[in-house]
T-cell receptor, first 113, second 113 residues
Framework: NAGVMQNPRHLVRRRGQEARLRCSPM?????VYWYRQLPEEGLKFMVY????????ESGMPKERFSAEFPKEGPSILRIQQVVRGDSAAYFC???????????FGPGTRLTVL | AQTVTQSQPEMSVQEAETVTLSCTYD???????LFWYKQPPSRQMILVIR????KQQNATENRFSVNFQKAAKSFSLKISDSQLGDTAMYFC??????????WGAGTKLIIKP
């Protein structure tokens, strides 16, 4: 059973560009969570999605950030007009249903030049 | 607000020794879940152990065990017979009723040969 897949693993963008991060949950998991980790810090919750629904986006910045989990295909975290402060590791996790354990992907490291 | 505190930024022990990592938390909820995750140099977030708050028995997974003190809101991780591969950042996390994971700042554990 393949684990949570994230791509790309590393992403470099210039200020003002768009970043798209993809997450494919484990087989049989329909719940996806996105977290952000700044250097030398723990993770911070961003958004929780179920297929075609955003359940909780209380941790997501109001502007420039959006997330989706379509009926078919991976979950996408989209950051528009990136700024240097967006540089971080972005982790996706999935679970069969809460409060089941969340299993994490390898993360996407975003660097904004 | 719910918080998780790890008061040991870094610890170092010799191989085969036992080490205990501390974690305290604060929540007003009666039903919650606690986790320890490890993040080795590969940066992958790996589940170590999970504890349900309603269970009085401490969780164990091979060489890893927890000391869950609900009244004191303490959740420490004990690693017995430590191995070089245990070198990693260790994060304590609390799952609340919104199914978000709330994270501590982490403890860097170094196992010396």
């Amino acid at each position: 059973n393949a684990g949570v897949m994230q791509n790309p693993r590393h992403l470099v963008r210039r200020r003002g560009q768009e970043a798209r991060l993809r997450c494919s949950p484990m087989k049989g998991h329909s719940h996806v969570y996105w977290y952000r980790q700044l250097p030398e810090e723990g993770l911070k919750f961003m958004v929780y999605l179920q297929k075609e629904n955003i359940i909780d986006e209380s941790g997501m910045p109001k502007e420039r950030f959006s997330a989706e989990f379509p009926k078919e295909g991976p979950s996408i975290l989209r950051i528009q007009q990136v700024v240097r402060g967006d540089s971080a590791a972005y982790f996706c996790a999935s679970s069969p249903s809460p409060p089941d354990t969340q299993y994490f992907g390898p993360g996407t490291r975003l660097t904004v030049l | 607000a719910q918080t998780v505190t790890q008061s040991q930024p870094e610890m170092s022990v010799q191989e085969a020794e036992t080490v205990t990592l501390s974690c305290t938390y604060d929540t007003s909820e009666s039903n919650y879940y606690l986790f320890w995750y490890k993040q080795p140099p590969s940066r992958q977030m790996i589940l170590v152990i999970r504890q349900e708050a309603y269970k009085q028995q401490n969780a164990t997974e091979n060489r890893f065990s927890v000391n869950f003190q609900k009244a004191a809101k303490s959740f420490s991780l004990k690693i017995s017979d430590s191995q070089l591969g245990d070198t990693a950042m260790y994060f304590c996390a609390l799952m609340d009723s919104n199914y978000q994971l709330i994270w501590g700042a982490g403890t860097k554990l170094i196992i010396k040969p």
